[in-house]
Structures are given as structure tokens and as C-alpha cells.
């Protein structure tokens, strides 16, 4: 079993950064890859960014590459996704999760979900 908290979002204006974290509890977080998604007010969830469980590889959505890097400390069992050059189209509640690997990867791979962080950017 594996408890995801996310933290680190906020309001900031259109070209800032935000660095969100996702804590993992759990002695089988290094089992897992790891993945953000999005939902957008009115919008389906969305893929963002993966990273196999050794962070070895990653992968993301065509519309945040080059902007946003996901990360992870395995021996913090936390992941990271820092998001720079933000735009207003980036507001979204982000949501962590813990699963399979992919390219990208269903959200039905998914095994463990936290509750969302919400990232709201003005123009």
C-alpha cells in the first residue's frame, strides 16, 4: 500500500515556476513508477510527466516538454515536477500516482492516486 500527499501548488503569474512535490508513504515506493496528471476545470484528467522507478527515464506530454521536469529521491520517497515558463493553460488540480510505466501511461495503470494540489496561473 502506498499513501500519496502532493504539495507545492499555488497561484502565480504566467511565466513564473512552481515546484511540486508528491510524499510518498510506504516501504514499496521504489517498486513504482511514478506519474503526474492534471484535470483542468471542465476537462477530462491528463497526462503530464512519468519516471520509472530507478528515474531513469521519463517521459511527457508534448504540451509541457521542455518546460516541466519530473524528478524523484528515492530515498525520500518523494517525486518532484518542476514547472517553469507556467501558462494560464496549465491551471489544473495535479494529481501524483503510483503504477506501471508507459509512454504514456494509462491512468488505469495507475495503482495509487493522492488528492491533488491545485496550480492556478494568472495572465
Known amino acids: 500500500q502506498v499513501q500519496l500527499v502532493e504539495s507545492g501548488g499555488g497561484l502565480v503569474q504566467a511565466g513564473g515556476s512552481l515546484r511540486l512535490s508528491c510524499a510518498a508513504s510506504?516501504?514499496?515506493?521504489?517498486?513504482?513508477?511514478m506519474a503526474w496528471f492534471r484535470q483542468a476545470p471542465g476537462k477530462e484528467r491528463e497526462f503530464v510527466a512519468t519516471?520509472?522507478?530507478?528515474?531513469?527515464?521519463?517521459y511527457y506530454a508534448d504540451s509541457v516538454k521542455g518546460r516541466f521536469t519530473i524528478s524523484r529521491d528515492n530515498a525520500k520517497n518523494t517525486v518532484y515536477l518542476q514547472m517553469n515558463s507556467l501558462k494560464p493553460e496549465d491551471t489544473a488540480v495535479y494529481y501524483c500516482?503510483?503504477?506501471?510505466?508507459?509512454?504514456?501511461?494509462?491512468?488505469?495503470?495507475?495503482?495509487?492516486w493522492g488528492k491533488g494540489t491545485l496550480v492556478t496561473v494568472s495572465s
Open positions: 510506504g516501504r514499496t515506493f521504489t517498486r513504482y513508477a
Open positions: 500516482a503510483a503504477g506501471s510505466y508507459g509512454q504514456p501511461p494509462p491512468s488505469y495503470g495507475m495503482l495509487y
Open positions: 519516471i520509472t522507478w530507478s528515474g531513469g527515464s521519463t
